[in-house]
C-alpha cells in the first residue's frame, strides 16, 4: 500500500451527483471513473500494489468506506479507489483487496494524506506486509488478506531479483541508491508505477537511513 494524490474527478460524477435520485448504481459513466482512477494510482491497485487495467475485467471501483454503510459516500470522488480483481474466483481464503474486504470498515485509507499509511507499513524481507499500528496491522489481513500466499511470494520475488541486479555491481555510491529510489517511487517520471514498487521504495529508503 502507498498514499495516493487524488487528482480531479470526472465531469461526468460532478453532472451525476447533481441529479434527482442520483447513486452509485445509476451513474452510468464508470468507464470514465476507471480510466481517472486508474490513471491517478498509475497502473497499481490501491491496495496490493498489483498491476491494473482499466477495464471491468481488469479491476473494481473499491468504495473505502462500504456502500452498505455509508450510503451518502457512494459518489463521493475521495471514497473511491481503483483496486485489483483480488483474486475473486477463488476460494475466499486465497482472495485479498477489495474481494476480500466486502463491506468490512478499514481504518486508513490511502487517498487521505492524514492517514499516513506509507509511514505505518513494513515490507519484510520474506514478502510479508505488517504495520506499526497494531489496529492497522490486524486490519492487513483480517480486512484485506495482504499477506495470502500469492502476493508474499510476488513481494519477496520483486525484492529478491531487485538485490540480485544489486549484488552484480561491486560498490555502489550513495547517489545511484538515491536515483533507484527516485526511479522505484515514481519521481523520474508521469509513467506507470512498477507492481509491488513501495517493496522496494521501504528497502531502499531503509539502506539510506544507515
Not at 526511479?183 to 539510506?208: D, H, M, Q
Request: glycine fraction near 4%.
Amino acid at each position: 500500500m502507498r498514499g495516493i494524490d487524488k487528482g480531479k474527478e470526472p465531469l461526468s460524477l460532478t453532472q451525476h451527483r447533481s441529479t434527482p435520485y442520483a447513486d452509485y448504481e445509476n451513474y452510468l459513466e464508470k468507464d470514465m471513473l476507471r480510466e481517472c482512477l486508474v490513471d491517478e494510482q498509475r497502473g497499481i491497485c490501491c491496495y496490493c500494489l498489483s498491476r491494473i487495467r482499466a477495464t471491468v475485467d481488469d479491476m473494481k471501483i473499491e468504495h473505502w468506506h462500504s456502500q452498505a454503510g455509508h450510503t451518502t459516500e457512494q459518489l463521493d470522488y475521495s471514497n473511491l479507489l481503483g483496486a485489483c480483481r483480488g483474486n475473486e474466483s477463488q476460494p475466499r481464503s486465497d482472495q485479498c483487496c477489495d474481494t476480500y474486504k466486502g463491506d468490512k470498515h478499514l481504518s486508513r485509507n490511502p487517498a487521505n494524506p492524514m492517514h499516513r499509511v506509507e509511514d505505518l507499513i513494513r515490507f519484510e524481507l520474506n514478502g510479508r506486509i505488517s504495520s506499526s499500528d497494531p489496529g492497522f496491522d490486524s486490519e492487513l489481513n483480517s480486512v484485506l488478506n495482504l499477506n495470502v500466499a500469492f502476493l508474499v511470494n510476488n513481494r519477496k520475488a520483486v525484492l529478491k531479483a531487485f538485490i540480485q541486479a544489486l549484488q552484480k555491481r561491486e560498490e555502489i555510491p550513495r547517489a545511484t541508491w538515491e536515483r533507484q529510489l527516485r526511479e522505484w517511487n515514481g519521481e523520474s517520471s508521469a509513467a506507470e508505477l512498477r507492481p509491488f514498487c513501495s517493496v522496494i521504495v521501504y528497502w531502499l529508503r531503509k539502506r539510506l537511513r544507515r
